[in-house]
Each structure stands twice: as structure tokens, then as C-alpha cells.
């Protein structure tokens, strides 16, 4: 019904920046309106985490781990997720995967997103 296509994933040096992309495209029309879109992270070990999300007045939220240095926009009228992601450090190394739902963030429950992407590697080394 819908996909969800990544790209933007990469190895940068600490400090560095990378910017990712997750177009929602439905199968029948092609671009799909979301109302809540969002970034999650999944480092080995470790449970999957939130990174941040944008609702669709624009409204948006963040781990603390990411504040002030990762930006979570989108084109609304193409339905395309970025995060921009600056100062990158080791820690921030992950599988990072977009999620989509038509539901409003605030009545979204974490993590419980109908649409999935199936990730793009970040790695940062020091």
C-alpha cells in the first residue's frame, strides 16, 4: 500500500555531517499524504530508539541525545522526511530507519507507526 524509500546513510568522521532522505510513495497514487513522520535508530545491543519526529503542522520533537544537532524537516507537499544530522559522534552509529503513519503524533503511540522503511547505516568514526 505504501513504501517508504531511504537513502543517505554513510561513514563520516566525528564532527561531521550527513543529511537523510525517506520518500512516502503510495502504490496506487504515488505520493502519499502522512500525518505523523519520524526517525528511529538501532545501534547492536542496544533496544531501537526514537530520534525525532515532525507532525503535520510542522510541530517537532527530539531525543536528548540529539538536541541541537539533528534537524527533522519535510517537503509537504512530496512527502519527503529529512533529517539533517551535524556534530556527529561515535555513539550516534546505527541502522536509522523513517516511519510514517496517517495519524497525528499526539495520538500516536511510540513507536506503533503503520509504515516502515527498512533502514540506511550511519557510522562514525573517530
Known amino acids: 500500500q505504501v513504501q517508504l524509500v531511504e537513502s543517505g546513510g554513510g561513514s563520516v568522521q566525528a564532527g561531521g555531517s550527513l543529511r537523510l532522505s525517506c520518500a512516502a510513495w503510495?502504490?496506487?497514487?504515488?505520493?502519499?499524504?502522512?500525518?505523523?513522520m519520524g526517525w528511529f535508530r538501532q545501534a547492536p545491543g542496544k533496544e531501537r530508539e526514537g530520534v525525532a519526529t515532525?507532525?503535520?503542522?510542522?510541530?517537532?520533537s527530539y531525543a536528548d541525545s540529539v538536541k541541537g544537532r539533528f534537524t527533522i524537516s519535510k517537503d509537504n507537499d512530496k512527502n519527503i522526511l529529512y533529517l539533517q544530522m551535524n556534530s556527529l559522534k561515535p555513539e550516534d552509529t546505527a541502522m536509522y530507519l523513517c516511519?510514517?503513519?496517517?495519524?497525528?503524533?499526539?495520538?500516536?503511540?511510540?513507536?506503533?507507526?503503520?509504515?516502515w522503511g527498512q533502514g540506511t547505516q550511519v557510522t562514525v568514526s573517530s
Open positions: 516511519a510514517a503513519d496517517q495519524r497525528g503524533c499526539r495520538g500516536l503511540p511510540t513507536g506503533q507507526y503503520k509504515y
Open positions: 503510495g502504490y496506487t497514487y504515488g505520493v502519499y499524504y502522512m500525518g505523523c
Open positions: 515532525i507532525d503535520s503542522d510542522g510541530s517537532t
